[in-house]
T-cell receptor
Framework: DGGITQSPKYLFRKEGQNVTLSCEQN?????MYWYRQDPGQGLRLIYY???????QKGDIAEGYSVSREKKESFPLTVTSAQKNPTAFYLC????????????FGPGTRLTVT | EDQVTQSPEALRLQEGESSSLNCSYT??????LFWYRQDPGKGPEFLFT???AGEEKEKERLKATLTKKESFLHITAPKPEDSATYLC????????????FGTGTLLAVQP
């Protein structure tokens, strides 16, 4: 089955620690995205990548970092500089060109205490 | 500034009671409008893409329509399994695949 996998489903960390969230897709999509979802707010874009070895900051990139070394993988690191890291993190992918719908993974819920 | 507003925030229906969800948008040139369904604790599931005013798409009990200022998601004779949060998103021309999301409508269908 083609799709997007995110791991782990739940993640707990102590304040001051960096943590990396995994995202893998086998849809052969060129573009990948990371969003953050908080209660009462729309999804907010953290980073996106349209091609391997290239990525751009989204609307809330501060305190986050990404890499895109392989087409299938787009890991997100939440650094200790992120002031409010507790949230639900969603990875998505899409084709580039004329079809823009993004397909989402199951999400990772990160809790930092 | 590009913006998406969804209403109502929450909607409770009886099984079989048809209704509509609204998505109003202001964007500098619409490239596409997207509807997603999200169940609690899960990622959004893609439903529809609409590209131009007058376009309509249907899937089972759901029908999405688009005008120059808003989109409606019509739910006909809903069932309890239609209970979810429905998200609307828009992509502006020149936005390089970036989507702007509304905050969603939480739909509860009671048997």
């Amino acid at each position: 089955d083609g799709g997007i996998t995110q791991s782990p489903k739940y993640l707990f960390r102590k304040e001051g620690q960096n943590v990396t969230l995994s995202c893998e897709q086998n849809l052969n999509h060129d573009a990948m995205y990371w969003y953050r979802q908080d209660p009462g707010q729309g999804l907010r874009l953290i980073y996106y990548s349209q091609i391997v070895n290239d990525f751009q900051k989204g609307d809330i990139a501060e305190g986050y970092s990404v890499s895109r070394e392989k087409k299938e993988s787009f890991p997100l690191t939440v650094t200790s500089a992120q002031k409010n890291p507790t949230a639900f993190y969603l990875c998505a992918s899409s084709e580039t060109g004329n079809r823009y719908e993004q397909y989402f993974g199951p999400g990772t819920r990160l809790t930092v205490t | 500034e590009d913006q998406v507003t969804q209403s109502p925030e929450a909607l409770r229906l009886q099984e079989g009671e048809s209704s509509s969800l609204n998505c109003s948008y202001t964007v500098s040139g619409l490239r596409g409008l997207f509807w997603y369904r999200q169940d609690p604790g899960k990622g959004p599931e893609f439903l529809f893409t609409l590209y131009s005013a007058g376009e309509e798409k249907e899937k089972e009990r759901l029908k999405a329509t688009l005008t120059k200022k808003e989109s409606f998601l019509h739910i006909t004779a809903p069932k309890p399994e239609d209970s979810a949060t429905y998200l609307c998103a828009v992509q502006a021309r020149g936005a390089t695949n970036k989507l702007i999301f509304g905050t969603g409508t939480l739909l509860a269908v009671q048997p």
